[in-house]
């Protein structure tokens, strides 16, 4: 009976002692991936699926990952998938200084994958520059990491780049901020 008396009031304490703020809910905003859309060049307005697009990250942390995602490319974020959206992973480098995020974008992986020399995918390369900003969010939640003058190119290596153009979703300026994943950041013609 005492050790009930005791168990009772160290629950008590526990309970009492605890703040809703202890806890971070599960929908608290937390640091946003990049979301992208693709478009059909020719019709700017629909979307358009890239069939067999794999995405590979350079520089992104490997640890924790299953060891075949990665590869020479990079981290295998997205692996022969036909798709007209994703949402990317951005680093998170130190406060106030310009990071960049460098992510190959693969068409028609299918075709490197087969086995047949004459076939072979097309690689292009997102460049994603942006200052990482530093928010807190809650005692229990910690802070989040927002993404300020974010900027985007394209480069590629050979002559035959799929991706034709770039914009930032929904505006005419240059440069956006990424807070949320509540809106596509990027658009992508090809």
Same mark, same amino acid.
């Given at each position: 009976?005492?050790?009930?008396?005791?168990?009772?009031?160290?629950?008590?304490?526990?309970?009492?002692?605890?703040?809703?703020?202890? /806890?971070?809910? #599960? @929908?608290?905003? +937390? *640091?946003? =991936?990049?979301?992208? &859309?693709?478009?059909?060049?020719?019709?700017?307005?629909?979307?358009?699926?890239?069939?067999?697009?794999?995405?590979?990250?350079?520089?992104?942390?490997?640890?924790?990952?299953?060891?075949?995602?990665?590869?020479?490319?990079?981290?295998?974020?997205?692996?022969?998938?036909?798709?007209?959206?994703?949402?990317?992973?951005?680093? /998170?480098?130190? #406060? @106030?200084?310009? +990071? *960049?995020? =460098?992510?190959?974008? &693969?068409?028609?992986?299918?075709?490197?994958?087969?086995?047949?020399?004459?076939?072979?995918?097309?690689?292009?390369?997102?460049?994603?520059?942006?200052?990482?900003?530093?928010?807190?969010?809650?005692?229990?939640?910690?802070?989040?990491?927002?993404?300020?003058?974010?900027?985007?190119?394209?480069?590629?290596?050979?002559?035959?780049?799929?991706?034709?153009?770039?914009?930032?979703?929904?505006?005419?300026?240059?440069?956006?901020?990424?807070?949320?994943?509540?809106?596509?950041?990027?658009?992508?013609?090809?």
């Amino acid at each position: 009976m005492k050790y009930y008396k005791y168990s009772l009031l160290i629950i008590a304490i526990l309970l009492l002692g605890c703040e809703r703020d202890d /806890i971070c809910a #599960e @929908g608290t905003p +937390t *640091t946003p =991936r990049l979301l992208i &859309e693709f478009f059909d060049a020719a019709d700017t307005e629909t979307l358009k699926s890239v069939t067999r697009l794999s995405v590979y990250g350079e520089d992104l942390v490997t640890s924790g990952l299953p060891e075949d995602t990665a590869t020479a490319e990079g981290v295998a974020l997205i692996f022969n998938s036909n798709s007209n959206a994703i949402e990317l992973p951005l680093l /998170i480098g130190d #406060e @106030g200084i310009e +990071t *960049t995020t =460098r992510y190959i974008l &693969e068409r028609d992986t299918n075709l490197r994958i087969d086995g047949d020399a004459a076939t072979d995918s097309n690689n292009d390369i997102l460049v994603v520059k942006y200052t990482p900003q530093f928010v807190y969010v809650s005692r229990a939640c910690g802070f989040k990491s927002i993404f300020t003058n974010l900027e985007v190119s394209v480069e590629s290596n050979d002559a035959s780049q799929w991706i034709q153009n770039t914009a930032l979703a929904n505006t005419t300026e240059t440069q956006i901020t990424v807070e949320n994943e509540d809106a596509t950041h990027v658009q992508i013609f090809h």
